[in-house]
């Protein structure tokens, strides 16, 4: 960093002391670990914060908590009219949009005041509660986080998790009464029903299973047997816990499927259900992955294999293997393959273009027979067929409106609108764009900016920009929800669709994971840097905000570039990228990340790595860094050690807050009023940074 931009850093920290209390956090104390990677030497201060159940890690914890909702409640303006707004978005009666299996509607609903979702048939017309919550968990922290049918959907397995755990309790229910049939089955990752329906394919998943990264094991397990399962059939498990074993019944063939893998190549296995013979291998690379769809007496396989922008296969049951597989639809150059739904006389198409998803409908002879052109300008975020009705069923949305769902008569192919949840949000003068920029390699980027109408583009506005870019996520269009708030206020916010998701494909990804992981960042930089050239805003009025993988680009970006942004929110983050393969299930991301315990990974992770390139003499932008205590997948370690190392770092006034929510796991698993007060506090945080009045 240049001389200018540390006076630059050092004049903000000046001007920000002065307009506020000063920020002094519990700070957390040092106690060195001196550790040897490689010939390189690593002396980290706070490896202590990683025992999460270690008295003195759960009292700063805590401290430093409460103080971070005291701080910005008492230093930041108060929003007149937020509380209200994100109070009246989710704390109302909330229909769900509704699904349908075998001819019969089900939906979720939630009432002012409720504090979870409860699931709902209609049965002659009316409405029949078959699943509360709150029935099993009156305190509200257990939220529902799976639903699957049986063949004729009379019975369904719902699951719960307790704050936001990914710890799994299913319970299988008549979805006529609501009566308890089987269950509880605890420890629970996944369920799928067998073609008899009397047993299950139950992959495990404990907090003993997650801490020590035990791979998953998956059984067949009688269902009336309950928790017990001595004389479960162990059906396999992965090597590896970065890798995955599943299982599951066709429902269109008498196929049981096998799929063994990482994020990105499989090898898939066949046999006749009910049977214990050894499964066929029909598919198997190190390279590339598939996945089976069946219809009509036709198996399709939709792969990356040779074809980064997925292809989709076809052959016949009596040559079920990948070899005798022909081409349906072809690999397409400027447009990505997102997946296809099979109906009974159609194969639908949908596929991407400039992140935009749209639909094409083929007979089984690969004949086109029209595009399915949505009745307005909006993404396709879903389609499904009810084989029962021969409904099929597509869901549109956009940043202004939520989504809409309509139905096609398979015969017509007329559209007919459904639903759409009337939200209590104002978004009449609202409006978004695409636009394209170049990153720092020439790459060209496509961003939406989301604003009112009539923008100024003065250099001036206040300015949120969000990222991801990794697993081969797209952020596609979607609903603004709370930030409307934001933007209503004068805001603008951006969505950049970074190398590392599938915008553009397998290619798109692959040239943002591993390593080149160093294209996402610049990527993001190259963002904000755009939307400061084109004078939407200014270093001082620019916030950044991502989770997750998300959470590890925001942190990046805000230890290369701490000149460029004003607030950054970090949330549920990976940081320390030398450790993070140690905790929870992040075994599972050497595959997108590598690992840094191999020499030739080491060399680039620790090069971004957020924690270990924290720089004595800077002023790092203000911080909101938050995490989960009950998050299964990113271990809330990275944000305590961010956040102390920050806080104790000479060179640092302005405030880097730690939010650790001790009911909530990976942003999953709030009750409604806890939502509503983390997004308050959020947004009066980001609104505060940016000086919104």
Not at 51 to 60: A, G, Q, V
Not at 177 to 197: A, C, M, Q, R
Not at 644 to 663: C, E, M, R, Y
Request: proline share 5%; net charge neutral.
């Amino acid at each position: 960093m240049n001389k200018s931009i540390i006076i630059f850093l050092m004049s903000c920290s000046i001007l920000f002391s002065s307009s506020m209390a000063k920020f002094d956090p519990p700070r957390a104390v040092k106690k060195p670990v001196a550790t040897v990677m490689h010939n390189f030497v690593f002396v980290d201060d706070y490896q202590y914060l990683e025992d999460k159940n270690n008295p003195e890690t759960l009292e700063w914890s805590k401290k430093s908590h409460n103080y971070t909702k005291e701080f910005i409640r008492s230093n930041y303006p108060k929003v007149d009219g937020l509380s209200n707004e994100i109070t009246n978005y989710l704390d109302r009666d909330i229909r769900s949009a509704p699904f349908f299996r075998k001819g019969r509607e089900f939906f979720w609903l939630k009432k002012k005041g409720w504090q979870q979702n409860k699931l709902y048939t209609v049965i002659k017309g009316k409405d029949v509660l078959i699943f509360d919550p709150m029935q099993f968990d009156p305190s509200g922290l257990s939220s529902p986080t799976g639903l699957v049918f049986n063949n004729d959907a009379s019975l369904a397995a719902v699951g719960l998790q307790y704050k936001g755990n990914e710890i799994n309790t299913y319970r299988v229910i008549d979805t006529k009464t609501g009566k308890v049939i089987y269950g509880p089955l605890e420890n629970v990752y996944s369920f799928g029903w067998t073609k008899d329906e009397k047993s299950a394919y139950i992959t495990l998943r404990s907090k003993e299973i997650i801490e020590k990264q035990i791979p998953l094991p998956t059984y067949l397990h009688k269902l009336s047997d309950g928790n017990n399962f001595t004389n479960s059939i162990l059906l396999g498990a992965p090597k590896d816990a970065k890798d995955f074993f599943s299982v599951y019944d066709d429902e269109e063939s008498d196929l049981t499927i096998f799929s063994e893998g990482d994020f990105y190549t499989n090898t898939l296995k066949i046999r006749k259900q009910g049977t214990m013979d050894e499964p066929a291998v029909v598919f198997s690379s190190n390279k590339f992955r598939a996945s089976i769809g069946i219809k009509n007496g036709y198996l399709f396989y939709y792969t990356n294999e040779n074809a980064p922008n997925f292809k989709l296969l076809k052959t016949t049951l009596d040559k079920p293997f990948y070899k005798d597989a022909v081409e349906f639809y072809p690999e397409q150059k400027d447009v990505v393959l997102e997946g296809y739904t099979l109906t009974e006389k159609y194969v639908i198409i949908q596929y991407k273009k400039d992140v935009i998803s749209y639909a094409k409908i083929y007979d089984y002879n690969g004949k086109f027979i029209k595009d399915l052109t949505s009745p307005e300008f909006a993404d396709i975020s879903g389609i499904s067929y009810d084989k029962h009705s021969k409904y099929i069923y597509i869901s549109l949305i956009s940043f202004a409106q939520p989504s809409k769902l309509f139905r096609l008569k398979e015969d017509k192919l007329e559209w007919e609108f459904v639903y759409q949840d009337n939200v209590p949000i104002d978004t009449k003068d609202i409006e978004f764009e695409q636009v394209f920029y170049k990153s720092k390699d020439g790459t060209q980027v496509p961003m939406f900016i989301v604003h009112k109408k009539g923008l100024i583009l003065d250099g001036n506005n206040p300015t949120l920009l969000y990222g991801y870019g990794g697993f081969n996520v797209s952020m596609s269009p979607n609903f603004i929800g709370t930030t409307a708030s934001f933007i209503n206020r004068g805001g603008v916010y951006a969505i950049a669709n970074l190398r590392g998701g599938d915008e553009y494909g397998e290619d798109w990804h692959r040239s943002g994971m591993l390593e080149r992981k160093q294209n996402v960042f610049d990527d993001f930089i190259s963002a904000a840097e755009y939307l400061i050239n084109q004078k939407y805003t200014n270093p001082k009025k620019l916030a950044i905000k991502g989770g997750s993988n998300g959470g590890l680009l925001t942190g990046a970006v805000t230890v290369q570039r701490p000149d460029l942004f004003k607030a950054v929110i970090c949330a549920v983050p990976l940081l320390d990228m030398l450790r993070y393969h140690k905790f929870l299930i992040a075994r599972y991301w050497i595959p997108e990340y590598g690992d840094p315990d191999q020499p030739e990974d080491f060399q680039y992770i620790w090069k971004y790595s957020p924690y270990h390139n924290i720089k004595v003499g800077y002023n790092y932008p203000s911080m909101l860094i938050k995490a989960g205590e009950n998050d299964a997948r990113v271990d809330p370690l990275h944000a305590k050690k961010m956040a102390a190392a920050l806080q104790n770092l000479p060179s640092q006034t302005n405030p880097i807050l730690l939010f650790v929510d001790f009911d909530s796991g990976h942003g999953s698993g709030q009750s409604t009023s806890q939502m509503v007060e983390n997004i308050e506090l959020e947004w009066q945080y980001v609104m505060g940074e940016l000086e919104m009045r």
